[in-house]
Structure formats: structure tokens, C-alpha cells
């Protein structure tokens, strides 16, 4: 075992709740003892060759403290000579840096500026907790010192023990060399964002006129090839209607909604097909206020459309004028002064947001840490309200500071109630623009994937990028941001991204559409027999959308795998097309939706659906789900087609019988076999019976009776074949 550390995982264990963490915990703390009884004193000779590569240049890190705002500890990092890192005056400070991965590590530079370390020493950790010592001085003489080590780690820490000088800890740069991947040239984060980003303040010339032209371009463009993003400096906007179309986002760029103010409204409505909502999806509005001119704001969409961070100063509308149909979105964040009209939405879900009041509620409605929600009362009125949401943490955004693009990456909130910008300065993170490498159409994903490997995060700009290898997205706290609905396409059945089993990665706002050539996966969080703790800092995936088909022919194998315990699955559509090009029960085959193999995993607004087998199947232990919303393959072409062995159908939501602790509020699933409506499915939901596993208000519908189901849940709940072609949903308040 080498001198450095590498403490590996347990296995992962599916049994009881507290046992996998603490023998984890007991495991680590007694190799990490070995392992520092084993660690050197002084330097050891270099395992690697002498011209091993730099891997920590524009990583992430993070300093014990910063002797002023000139001085932040990136800059020691930051290949630049002239710029440092300080510390306050006083001992035991550290400087510790990510690389973003488990590597084997020759060497450490540290190139002091006046103010070095007599006593230091030089640390090393697989998980950034537990640390082993790999070269300890009480003589250091400053200036450039060159350390061998040896060792394999991820994290490597100077701390410091005793200033050689009355000041701080002062570093003009920290460099850790290592067997790393080569990533080729260095890559400069920032610029411009693009010519399909539109970016206005209060003076600016012809808003109007370029937010009428987009529409026209966009409104009817289901699956066409524009994507577009306009962004509103702070200020007040006088006479907006901004109505948004296809692929398009609106956005303010405060810090809080109130900083950016519409007098005017955001409307998205369904004049293209003639007054039905139900294909109003891939849209979104953030961070602005609303002052409606008729005090009503207009927002009548569907699935892949996001209302966040938004204040109407009026009421809101979830229906297109008329009426017509519409099928079920996303609020989270935001506040209205008024009522929500629902009126004919078939199901939607609100998170951590404030309203007046609301009205209406066509089948599955549920809420969770809002205040002035009504109250729980399904199956009459279709409510499921819960008074808060367990953990939740806000999408990223871009912003202003100053004259600066920024990314705010808002803090975890735990019960969380009501909006999370409501009082004083928001909690949470800046991240200079600088720190994202801005991908722009024609990017290759080879050089995506060397921006991240040198530490930058990554902000799409709106266009459609073709990668020919997996996204990989090792580093802790990346950020991984789409403008506009940036959409990525796998070529050659690869899969489209990866994410490592670390902590704290943000996944927003992109959507990933399958290729002709199946993938196995479209979408993976950890790789499989994942193991480690994330329940401080978990992943999360927002506005995050997946399509199998509808733009062409697509196929995947299962579109989304979790296997990171702890990740938070925010609001995502994982669509199996039903409708458009290459749409067919084989053309755009998919068995699986989204399979969760991770413990504690919670999905919040979780739609999915159309899959050939399989919509959702889970084997992770303590998952919740607060709202599901799906409907089963419209095309499956026979009873036959479908069959499960011995049971009729799969379920739209299988909880696996290895499972011992489940729980889920306000799911629905819905069938429509229009190429076969005699088609029976025994349930819509399958789950162990055990007093672990419990679910709260479930309803099938059987859509003008194209298709039925037996029962709701198991053997549980009433068929819908007494309703016949009425469409009256079946029924399960509880479970079991």
C-alpha cells in the first residue's frame, strides 16, 4: 500500500438504515491509523516520472481563511506568478485543493512569497475528511520548495504550523504534480455568451421588437433546431409582453426576482394548436417580477417547463385562454400576490414557494413547503400537501454583480418552507464567470471534457452539441449549466454524460436527446456499486430533460441511472416519445426510464414517461419521490407486447421487492392504448409489502378508456374499467 492514502468505499449495503454509514465510518477510521503509523516524515522518492503532469492548475479550492478580497485562494492555483494567496496572521491555516479525482501524485511546489511556512506539512485524502501525512518540515526556508511524495490521493492540503514572519501564510502558487489525464492546451473560462443570447437593460432599444420576432421563429417549433435565452439586467421594464416559445428562456439577472421588474407579463399560451396546452414544453421563466397589465400572467404549459424564482405581482393562470387542456408543470421559489388558477391542468406540482390562494385541480395536485397552499384533503379536492420539503436546494443561476457575470449556486435547505430569497442576502455561493468554460456549438466533446479535467465548470450556451465520447464530470461542485435548452446529442450509442460519485455536483437546465445508435444510458450519477456519503452536499439534477425520439429517431437502454446515495432529482421530463419523428414502439425503443440503484435518493417533480418496460424501478434504499406524473406507451402494439411473465403490464413506478423503506405522495399514471385499447395493465404501482414502504395518494386514469388498469397499486384499489370512456380517475389514499 502506498504511503499516501487510498481508502476505498465499503460495498454498498441495502440493508437496515443505519448500518452501511457507521461501518463505513468504523472501516475508514481504522486504515486511515494504519496508515498514518505508515506515512514518512521527510520526503519520499518520487513514484512517478519527474515529468509527471501538473493536475491541481484551476482546480477547486478552498482555504482555512483570506487575508483580504485580494488575495482569494484560487489565485494560487491560477498559473499566474503574480497573483497569491494569503492567509489571516495566525498559525494552523491550510490551503487545500480538489483534483477532481483519485490520482497518483510525484511532487508538490509550493513557491512562497515573503510570508512562507517554517512548519508545515503536506496532506493527503481520498475523501477530504480523513488525512494521512506524506512530508512534514520544521525548517522550511520559503521561497521555491520542490517536495517528492508519494502517494495517491484526490485531496492534498498545505497546513500550515508555524509562520516564519508576523503575517499570514502567503502562497503565489501550489502546484501538484501527478499520473493525471492529459488535458491538453489550458483552457480560458468566461467570454461571451454567444449570438442566441439576448441581454437587455431598461434602456435598451427594440425589446419588444426582438422578443416578438423570437416568438414567431420559436412558437411552433416543437422539434426544430432554434434554442434561445434573453436575460434582463436589473432595473424596471415598462410595457412587456413576452411571450415564450419553444426552446426559449427569459430570465432577470438580480441576485432576488424584485431586482428585475416587468410591468407587463410572461406568457406562454396555446393559439399554435388551437387552444390545447398539452404540447407547451421545453420553456422556462426565472428570477423576474410580474406586474400583469390586466393583473392575470398567463403561463399555460406542460411537461420540461420550469416557473422559478419568479414574483407575480397579481394572479397566475395555468391554463390557455379557452380553457383547453393543459398537462401538468413545475413552481418552485416563487411568490404571487394573488391566486393560482389551475382550472384545467391535469396535475402539477409547487415547491417551497408563497401564494395568495388556489383554485381548482383537475386530477393529481400537490404541494409541498408552500405556504398558503390548500389544504391536504385527496381524493376531494385532488390535494397532497405536505408543510414542508425535506431538503432542497435551488437551481443555479446566472447573474450580475456589478458589471460581472456571476453563477449563484443557492444553498441546501432542510423542511424548507416558503421562498428561499425572502429575507436579507440569499444563502448560497458566487462563482465568477471566469470559472466556467462557455461551450458554444461546434465545441467537441473532447474539448469539453479537458475544460473540466482542468477544472472548469461549464455553462452551455443555447445551441445543439453532437459528442462522440461520454461527458465526464469528476471534479466535486462542478457545475454543469445549460442556457437556453441547451441540448446534448450522443453520437454512436455513447452515453451522453457521466457524473462520479462525488460530492456536490449541479446539474441544470440542459436537455439530452437520444441518438439514432442505442446507448445504454443517456444519463449516469455515480457508477455502479457507489457507495460514499453525499447527505451534506449531494448532487443535484434540475430541469434537467431527456427524449427518446419526437426530433428523430432515438433509442437508449435506460435513460437515467443513480447510483450516487443522497442525490436530489429536482424536476425532470424523461420522455419516451409518443408523438413526431421516429416515434414507434421499436424505432425510438427504450425499456427503462429511470432506474435508482442509490440510498436516499429524493425526486422532486418527477415526470416520466412512454417507456417500453419499466418507467421508473427502484432498489435504493430510504427513496422518497414528492410527485410523479406519467403515462404508459401509447403505441404498445398487444397485450402480448407488454407481457411481464405472469403479470399483465409493467408498472409505471416499481419499487423492487429488495427494499425496505420507501415513501411517496401524489403519483398518478395514466394509459392511453390507442394502437390497442383493449390492453389491461394489473396495476399502475408495484411495491413490497412491508411497513417500511408506504405511499400516499396514488390515482390511475384510463384516458376515454383506451386501455385499463386492475387495480392502482399491487392488488390494491379499484379497477377503471366501471368508468369506461368517462375518464374518472381510480383511487388509493394510502398504502398499505
Not at 491555516?93 to 508545515?120: C, N
Not at 382550472?343 to 388556489?358: A, E, F, L, P, V
Not at 449563484?408 to 470559472?435: C, H, M, Y
Not at 398518478?668 to 392504448?673: E, F, H, L, Q, R
Amino acid at each position: 500500500m502506498p504511503t499516501g492514502i487510498f481508502v476505498g468505499p465499503s460495498p454498498r449495503r441495502r440493508g437496515p438504515v443505519v448500518t452501511r454509514r457507521g461501518i463505513t465510518g468504523t472501516v475508514t477510521t481504522a486504515l486511515l491509523g494504519t496508515l498514518l503509523a505508515l506515512a514518512p516524515s521527510g520526503p519520499a522518492a518520487s513514484a512517478a516520472s519527474a515529468e509527471a503532469p501538473l493536475v491541481s492548475q484551476g482546480k477547486q479550492v478552498t482555504a482555512s481563511s483570506q487575508e483580504h478580497y485580494g488575495t482569494p485562494a484560487s489565485d494560487a492555483v491560477d498559473g499566474d506568478n503574480g497573483t497569491r494567496w494569503s492567509s489571516a496572521a495566525s498559525d494552523a491555516q491550510w490551503l487545500q485543493v480538489d483534483l477532481g479525482t483519485t490520482t497518483e501524485l510525484s511532487k508538490v511546489v509550493l513557491r512562497w512569497e515573503a510570508a512562507y511556512a517554517k512548519a508545515y506539512r503536506i496532506e493527503l485524502s481520498t475523501n477530504g475528511t480523513d488525512w494521512s501525512t506524506a512530508y512534514s518540515t520544521t525548517t522550511g526556508a520559503g521561497g521555491t520548495e520542490t517536495v517528492d511524495i508519494t502517494g495517491t490521493a484526490r485531496y492534498v492540503r498545505m497546513q500550515g504550523v508555524t509562520r516564519a514572519t508576523g503575517y499570514g501564510y502567503s502562497l503565489w502558487e501550489f502546484q501538484v504534480f501527478g499520473a493525471g489525464e492529459d488535458s491538453g492546451p489550458i483552457l480560458k473560462g468566461g467570454g461571451d455568451l454567444g449570438p442566441n443570447v439576448h441581454i437587455f437593460d431598461p434602456s435598451s432599444p427594440g425589446i419588444q421588437a426582438e422578443l416578438d420576432k423570437v416568438f414567431k421563429e420559436q412558437e411552433a417549433q416543437e422539434f426544430g433546431s432554434g434554442r434561445q435565452a434573453f436575460f434582463f439586467k436589473p432595473g424596471t421594464y415598462d410595457k412587456i409582453n413576452a411571450q415564450i416559445g419553444f426552446y426559449t428562456q427569459i430570465a432577470g439577472l438580480g441576485l432576488k426576482p424584485d431586482d428585475t421588474t416587468f410591468n407587463g407579463d410572461v406568457t406562454v399560451d396555446a393559439g399554435w394548436f388551437n387552444g390545447n396546452a398539452t404540447h407547451n414544453f421545453w420553456r422556462s421563466a426565472e428570477n423576474l417580477a410580474v406586474k400583469p397589465v390586466n393583473g392575470t400572467n398567463r403561463w399555460a404549459t406542460s411537461q420540461a417547463t420550469s416557473f422559478r424564482r419568479m414574483h407575480v405581482k397579481g394572479d397566475l393562470s395555468l391554463a390557455p385562454a379557452g380553457y383547453g387542456w393543459a398537462s401538468g408543470g413545475y413552481i418552485a421559489d416563487s411568490k404571487v400576490d394573488g391566486t393560482v388558477g389551475n382550472y384545467s391542468q391535469q396535475q402539477w406540482y409547487t415547491r417551497d414557494s408563497t401564494i395568495g390562494g388556489w383554485t381548482n385541480g383537475v386530477w393529481n395536485q400537490t404541494f409541498s413547503g408552500v405556504e398558503g397552499a390548500p389544504a391536504n384533503s385527496f381524493p376531494e379536492p385532488r390535494y397532497t400537501t405536505l408543510d414542508t420539503t425535506p431538503i432542497s436546494r435551488e437551481k443555479p443561476f446566472l447573474y450580475l454583480d456589478g458589471q460581472e457575470f456571476k453563477v449563484f449556486t443557492p444553498a441546501k435547505r432542510t423542511d424548507a418552507r416558503g421562498v428561499s430569497w425572502a429575507n436579507g442576502t440569499p444563502q448560497g455561493e458566487s462563482i465568477p464567470l471566469s470559472k466556467f468554460y462557455v461551450v458554444k456549438p461546434g465545441t467537441t466533446a473532447a474539448t469539453i471534457n479537458a475544460a473540466l479535467a482542468q477544472g472548469l465548470n461549464l455553462m452551455f450556451t443555447p445551441g445543439i452539441y453532437h459528442v462522440d465520447q461520454t461527458i465526464n464530470v469528476k471534479r466535486a461542485n462542478t457545475v454543469v449549466m445549460g442556457l437556453g435548452l441547451a441540448t446534448i446529442v450522443p453520437d454512436n450509442g455513447v452515453t451522453a454524460m457521466k457524473v462520479a460519485d462525488v460530492d456536490g455536483v449541479k446539474l441544470a437546465g440542459f436537455l439530452i436527446d437520444a441518438g439514432p445508435v442505442n446507448s445504454p444510458t443517456l444519463l449516469e450519477i455515480g457508477q455502479e456499486g457507489a457507495a460514499a456519503d453525499h447527505a451534506a452536499n449531494p448532487t443535484t439534477v434540475q430541469d434537467v430533460y431527456i427524449r427518446i425520439g419526437g426530433a428523430g429517431p432515438g433509442k437508449t437502454s435506460t435513460a437515467m441511472v443513480v447510483n450516487s446515495d443522497d442525490t436530489i432529482i429536482d424536476h425532470t421530463w424523461v420522455w419516451r416519445a409518443d408523438h413526431g419523428d421516429g416515434a414507434g414502439w421499436e424505432t425510438n425503443r427504450a425499456d427503462y426510464g429511470v432506474r435508482v440503484n442509490g440510498d436516499d435518493v429524493l425526486t422532486t417533480g418527477f415526470f416520466v414517461e412512454h417507456f417500453n418496460k419499466y418507467d421508473v424501478d427502484w432498489h435504493g434504499e430510504r427513496g422518497r419521490t414528492i410527485f410523479f406524473q406519467n403515462e404508459k406507451a401509447y403505441d404498445a402494439p398487444s397485450q402480448a407486447a407488454i407481457q411481464n411473465g405472469s403479470i399483465r403490464g409493467y408498472a409505471a413506478y416499481r419499487v423492487d421487492g429488495s427494499v425496505n423503506t420507501h415513501e411517496a405522495w401524489g403519483l398518478g399514471t395514466y394509459c392511453n392504448y390507442t394502437a390497442d385499447p383493449t390492453i389491461v395493465q394489473d396495476h399502475g404501482f408495484e411495491a413490497p409489502v412491508k411497513p417500511g414502504v408506504k405511499f400516499h395518494s396514488l390515482l390511475t386514469v384510463s384516458l376515454g378508456g383506451n386501455g385499463h388498469y386492475d387495480h392502482v397499486i399491487n392488488d390494491t384499489g379499484a379497477s377503471t374499467v366501471p368508468a369506461g370512456t368517462s375518464t374518472v380517475p381510480s383511487t388509493v389514499v394510502s398504502y398499505p
